[in-house]
């Protein structure tokens, strides 16, 4: 499956913003996806993940409350709204599935062997 990122661009903080994941090639209903962000200087870091069939999400305690991670499958995409954005927020994001053979998802982006090109944001303070 080939997956792009979208929706990157400038916020100020506190204001919100929408990305988007694309999937091409097969629909990846049956993928664990994943969002992850790479901030200036840091490693790569989980952000939120939802599971096959939309059963479970998982969030990073640091943007629980605030991101919302989405499945529309009629369009083949995964979404992750941001709300009440932070400067901290600001990095490369990027959308990541896992194999369809499995169902569990893994907080390591080392798990995921499908990846996006990443799109980025900055949040101005």
């Known amino acids: 499956v080939q997956l792009q990122a979208s929706g990157g661009g400038v916020v100020q903080a506190g204001g919100y913003l929408r990305l988007s994941c694309a999937a091409s090639g097969r629909n990846f209903d049956n993928n664990v996806v994943a969002w992850f962000r790479q901030g200036p200087g840091n490693q790569r870091e989980f952000v939120a993940a939802?599971?096959?069939?939309?059963?479970?999400?998982s969030y990073a305690d640091s943007v629980k409350g605030r991101f919302t991670i989405a499945r529309d499958s009629a369009k083949n995409t995964v979404s992750l709204q941001m709300n009440d954005l932070k400067p901290e927020d600001t990095a490369v994001y990027f959308c990541?599935?896992?194999?369809?053979?499995?169902?569990?998802?893994?907080?390591?982006?080392?798990?995921?062997?499908?990846w996006g090109q990443g799109t980025e944001f900055t949040v101005s303070s």
């Open positions: 939802i599971s096959k069939e939309n059963s479970a999400t």
């Open positions: 990541a599935a896992r194999s369809p053979l499995v169902t569990v998802i893994h907080r390591t982006h080392r798990s995921y062997p499908y």
